[in-house]
């Protein structure tokens, strides 16, 4: 399955050349958008027709003249020693030097490797390795957004206008979960300049351009729609991406989105690929989302972001069915942060968090609504426990570096034994001395662990492994495997169609529905 990557490109290292011109040749022609006619359609009576839609804009010459100027050339230089990872920002290798594919043992072979081996070797001199980008100015002053990936690590930045001038940038401040940075530049004279304009007003179906540098070619210009919005592309906590089929290729990292008034909409970052090019799906960090961070970073060079110590996930069916929740909706709390803003307003795991200041949320929205909102400001949330609707007022904290878990408490409870449940396909047994070593669990390790799982089993299906530890079923605590078995009956007596349990592993603790369907205990 091919993931989503960043798309800056990094052309060449002292002995990449080659691999940076097969990828400037692996570029192709673009069809030109194909004019539809609009079909006739016979509509009931009780149908009503949108309104119809603007055509195809004859050209976008104007407009790309417009906003060429303000769309700028990214390059960084870092220096690179040996045994450092000198994989490029996407992870795929295409930058390292390749090894032509000789005989086994023949003397082409053995040169080669010595050769690679003296290059890369711990007596080898530090390398300079060069990575393109896109940016553009926000600020006549030399004010230029891009992206974090394209300029991380680099010894040197420099900006390259789209009139060939190149002026040296030193960075005011990056931010990590967001992928932005935001560079200054000295220049003599203003620079033109673009604004940004309002995502969350941009509708699928809209026109859009792409303006940046694939492959080192500036001042390239693209066109397309929006294909979707809201996309989790799992890049971070903070997913809300503007998807586009305006090609976008490496180098275009860190360029601008704009809709057809000029204004700047999106910033492009990564792209959906088999082979590190444009498949027609890219993703740009909305407006709404950057002009916060971006401002921020321009003041102080950091990002400061509220945060209620919660590890939460969505609300699928099978959970509120487990729940018995009418609607899956909502964030499900999987752990709560001790010491943290959510455990000093007693929310609890197994909560669900269904509303923000009297506004429906759900999980995916929960993190990136908290961070936009300022430590110190007190937000009331709605809360659905144990079948009754509370409401929790949290006073937002600001989000600490590196916020960990709360370790879980000693049990105070022992017990020996394990229970098998066909129906669903797992073993569980007691955490004693025997489970901890096997299973490498901590001490105060608390709930029962899994000790074997069926193949064909609803647990397999739901990605539970020998050694996961369960800590609560359907909300109450378990301490014994006949702890687990209980409450299982109990559910299966109330012909709920499915269970949820709290399951802790190396990756932290999340909720697991399984159906209780095919049950036979």
Known sequence: MSLPVPVSHRPFAAVGLAAALSLIAAGGARAEPAMVASPQVDAAPSIRLPAPGRGTPDSFADLAARLLPAVVNVSTTETVKPGDDEG??????????????????????????????????????????????????????????TNNHVIRHADQITVTLQDNTVLKARLLGHDDRT?????????????????????????????VLAIGNPFGLSGTVTAGIISSRGRNIEQGPYDDFIQTDAPINKGNSGGPLFDMQGQVIGINTAIYSPSGGSIGIGFSIPSAEARGIIDQLRRTGKVSRGWIGVRIQDVTQDIADGLGLKAAHGALIAGVEAKGPAAAAKLQVGDVIQTLNGKDIDGRALPRLMADTAPGQVVKLGVWRHGQEVTASVTVGALPEDPKEAPAPKPDTKAQGSVQLQGLGLTVGAIDDVARQKFNLLEGQKGVVVTSVAQDGAAADRGLRAGDVITQVQQAEVATPADLRRLVDAARAKHRRSILFLVQNGDGLRWVPLSLADDTK
């Open 88 to 145: 490029d920002s996407e992870g795929d290798g295409e930058d390292a030097p390749q090894i032509p594919n000789f005989p086994e043992g023949s003397p082409f072979e053995k040169f080669f490797h010595d050769f690679m081996s003296h290059q890369n070797g711990p007596e080898a001199a530090p390398r300079k390795m060069q990575a393109l980008g896109s940016g553009f100015i926000i600020d006549a002053s030399g004010i230029v957004v």
């Open 179 to 207: 992928d932005l940075a935001v560079l200054k530049v000295e220049t003599p004279h203003p620079l033109p300049a673009v604004s940004f304009g309002d995502s969350d007003h941009a509708r699928v179906g809209d026109w």
